[in-house]
């Protein structure tokens, strides 16, 4: 009987291991993000974690603060580029993501990129398990806060694992990222995942739209930064 009971103890322990596993599981999501990229003189991974590339690039009218905030729609400009949508391939690759929707051609170095993506959650979360891997540096917004940052020069390592780890809460309804990843040479890409319990928004959702006639200051600076 005692046998039984340490059997059954074992298997209950065994089954409540596993749902904190797929609990914290971390899901590599490949997008598609809407994307914006702005070139650097010199001066790439590392050294550009916490320059306002956005706000260099528009002369002020656009800033990572507002972006993170409120998002961006696609085909807006910013400096010589278009938020575009784009999926990323498994290997994290996003010189080649660049290439392939036609924003730059060619290898690319001194650059920053910006990704972003709403989450959609049924409930409110917190202490979800995250994960980022970035070549070079890296970092993170969530509903306009920053949540992570690593000023780096490294490769974004194995495509099945992360590199940094922290929590983010999540909010029932919808939750803006933005990762922001500088290039200095070489590589170019990143690694993002999150556990808890969502759904990835249409990429038409990055920006939800105000009701008619209740537009804020803020909310009109970013719809008319062409």
């Known amino acids: 009987m ?6 059954i103890g074992l298997a209950c322990l065994m089954s409540l291991s596993v749902m ?16 914006m990229i702005v070139k650097l003189n010199g001066g790439g991974g590392a050294a550009a974690t916490n320059v306002d590339s956005l706000d260099d690039a528009s002369d002020g009218k656009v800033t990572e603060e507002k972006v993170a905030k409120n998002g961006a729609r696609e085909g807006d400009e910013v400096g010589d580029y278009e938020w575009t949508p784009g999926t990323l391939t498994n290997n994290g690759d996003i010189n080649a993501l660049i290439n392939n929707i036609g924003m730059a051609a060619g290898a690319l170095d001194h650059i920053t990129s910006y990704a972003l993506i709403i989450l ?26 920053v949540v992570h940052t690593h000023a780096t020069n490294r490769g974004r390592g194995n495509d099945n694992s992360f590199q ?32 808890g319990d969502y759904e990835l928004a249409e990429i038409d959702a990055i920006l ?19």
């Open 2 to 7: 005692f046998r039984k009971l340490c059997i």
């Open 120 to 145: 959609k959650t049924k409930r409110a979360q917190a202490n979800v398990a995250t994960g980022v891997s970035s070549d070079d540096s890296v970092k993170v917004w969530v509903n306009g806060e």
């Open 164 to 195: 940094d780890h922290f929590k983010i809460d999540l909010k029932k309804g919808n939750n803006l990222i933005m990762i922001k990843v500088s290039e200095a040479g070489g590589g170019w890409g990143m690694h993002f995942g999150v556990g």
């Open 208 to 226: 939800p739209v105000e009701p008619v006639g209740k537009l804020t200051t803020q909310w009109a600076q970013i719809k008319n930064i062409r």
């Open 20 to 35: 904190t596993l797929t609990a914290d599981a971390q899901q590599k999501i490949l997008g598609p993000y809407l994307w």
